[in-house]
């Protein structure tokens, strides 16, 4: 069973460009969240996502970020008009199901650059 | 709205030596506490998840206590190794669709 997979593990945007971060979540995994560090920040909360809904966008910017979670193929966070301070590390994680004990996984991250 | 703190921000000691890193948390009201181990540059590696009715979990040289009615969590980490070094995240997860919320990390360095 592989892991969560991100993918590209690092981007460079220029400044206007969009940005698209993908994750496969591991097999049998329904529930997917997007997490961000900012260098010398925390991670922080953006997104919660099960197949074809959004259940918890509260973390995320209102304009120019955007996630999605298809019935088939990856979740997809979208960064439209990329600005120098999106630069951060972006993480994916998924579990099985909201129960007391399910782990929350996550993926390698992408290192997003914007120049 | 819930807060989590981790204290001390950086540690180093000497190989061999048995560490406490501590979690605190503001709203009792938690489904789980997640232990992650961060290296530069990676991902997050979860060590250890203690769910809300559980006081402590064991795994290795690792363990990881919860007093939810004090809001603290501590990881214990018994004769240290270089290896170890690492940043250690704690992370509790509230009853609003299992987010999870982070602490700062402690930058754990262990010297040979």
């Known amino acids: 069973n592989a892991g969560v997979m991100q993918n590209p593990r690092h981007l460079v945007r220029r400044r206007g460009q969009e940005a698209r971060l993908r994750c496969s979540p591991m097999?049998?995994?329904?529930?997917v969240y997007w997490y961000r560090q900012l260098p010398e920040e925390g991670l922080k909360f953006m997104v919660y996502?099960?197949?074809?809904?959004?259940?918890?966008e509260s973390g995320m910017p209102k304009e120019r970020f955007s996630a999605e979670f298809p019935k088939e193929g990856p979740s997809i966070l979208r960064i439209q008009q990329v600005v120098r301070g999106d630069s951060a590390a972006y993480f994916c994680?998924?579990?099985?199901?909201?129960?007391?004990?399910?782990?929350?996984?996550f993926g390698q991250g992408t290192r997003l650059t914007v120049v | 709205k819930q807060e989590v703190t981790q204290i001390p921000a950086a540690l180093s000691v000497p190989e061999g030596e048995n560490l406490v890193l501590n979690c605190s948390f503001t709203?009792?009201?938690?489904?789980?506490l997640q232990w992650f181990r961060q290296d530069p540059g990676k991902g997050l590696t979860s060590l250890l998840l203690?769910?809300?009715?559980?006081r402590e979990q064991t795994s290795g040289r690792l363990n990881a206590s919860l007093d939810k009615s004090s809001g603290r969590s501590t990881l214990y980490i018994a004769a240290s190794q270089p290896g170890d070094s690492a940043t250690y995240l704690c992370?509790?997860?509230?009853?609003?669709?299992?987010?999870?919320?982070f602490g700062q990390g402690t930058e754990l360095s262990v010297k040979p």
């Open positions: 994680a998924s579990r099985p199901a909201l129960q007391d004990g399910n782990e929350a996984f």
């Open positions: 097999k049998g995994h329904s529930h």
């Open positions: 996502l099960q197949k074809e809904n959004i259940i918890d």
């Open positions: 709203d009792s009201a938690i489904y789980n």
């Open positions: 203690i769910q809300s009715s559980q």
């Open positions: 992370a509790v997860s509230n009853n609003q669709g299992g987010k999870l919320i």
